[in-house]
């Protein structure tokens, strides 16, 4: 169980758009639709962002939405603010009741 | 609102066994659905969930860790605990507990965390 492939950081100025992929393999990202992002910043807990692939909890902004095409899922977040530097962090189902979290990418507000 | 909360030593010797416990409150630890996990993170690190278990008794580890792990649960005092054995320093790490949100493994994803717990491996 290898851990799902992240970029080590993204930037973005204000106002701009950036994404975020979480590439998995056919055993997880791949055969299932159940890929959460989090949101850590330093020092607190994660906080969940995206569920279910593209699925956003209540109180969580509309600027972030999720996708996914074969391997890979994507985190998008629009209309960057600078509350949105932090590291994000995907996870997957991985089958067999396991979970996998990726390498987690730091986001830079510029 | 749910809310867990950590407790247990932070610091641990080499070869020791690593005990931490999470309460929860809020919600019980019974509620159909919700499996009751351990995630940790490296000084500096991505996040890397250990296991969960279910009010049943069920539990589930990650394969890297399984021989060393072991989760329980207390239903009547709604908290949940892990044990790590044989630690070394590649064990420290900060130690969350979170609720994971199933619905029948239509959804899988964590919705409640607690503050997370340092724990240092050392002599």
């Known amino acids: 169980q290898s851990a799902l492939t992240q970029p080590a950081s993204v930037s973005g100025s204000p106002g701009q758009s950036i994404t975020i992929s979480c590439t998995g393999t056919s055993s997880d990202v791949g055969s299932y639709d159940l890929v959460s992002w989090y949101q850590q910043h330093p020092g607190k807990a994660p906080k969940v962002m995206i569920y279910?692939?593209?699925k956003r909890p209540s109180g969580v902004s509309n600027r972030f939405s999720g996708s996914k095409s074969g391997n890979t899922a994507s985190l998008t977040i629009s209309g960057l603010q600078a509350e949105d530097e932090a590291d994000y962090y995907c996870c997957s189902y991985a089958g067999g009741s396991t979970l996998v979290f990726g390498g987690g990418t730091k986001l830079t507000v510029l | 609102q749910v809310q867990l909360q950590e407790s247990g030593p932070g610091l641990v010797k080499p070869s020791q066994t690593l005990s931490l416990t999470c309460t929860v409150s809020?919600?019980?630890?019974?509620?159909?659905?919700?499996?009751w996990s351990w995630i940790r993170q490296h000084p500096g690190k991505g996040l890397e969930w250990i296991g969960y278990i279910y009010h049943s008794g069920s539990t589930y580890y990650n394969p890297s860790l399984k021989s060393r792990v072991i989760i329980s649960v207390d239903r009547s005092e709604n908290r949940f605990s892990l044990r790590l054995s044989s630690v070394t320093a590649a064990d420290t790490a900060v130690y969350y507990c979170a609720r994971l949100e199933s619905s029948g493994w239509r959804e899988v994803y964590f919705d409640y965390w607690g503050q997370g717990s340092l724990v240092t491996v050392s002599s």
């Open positions: 809020g919600g019980s630890i019974s509620s159909v659905g919700y499996y």
């Open positions: 279910g692939v593209s």
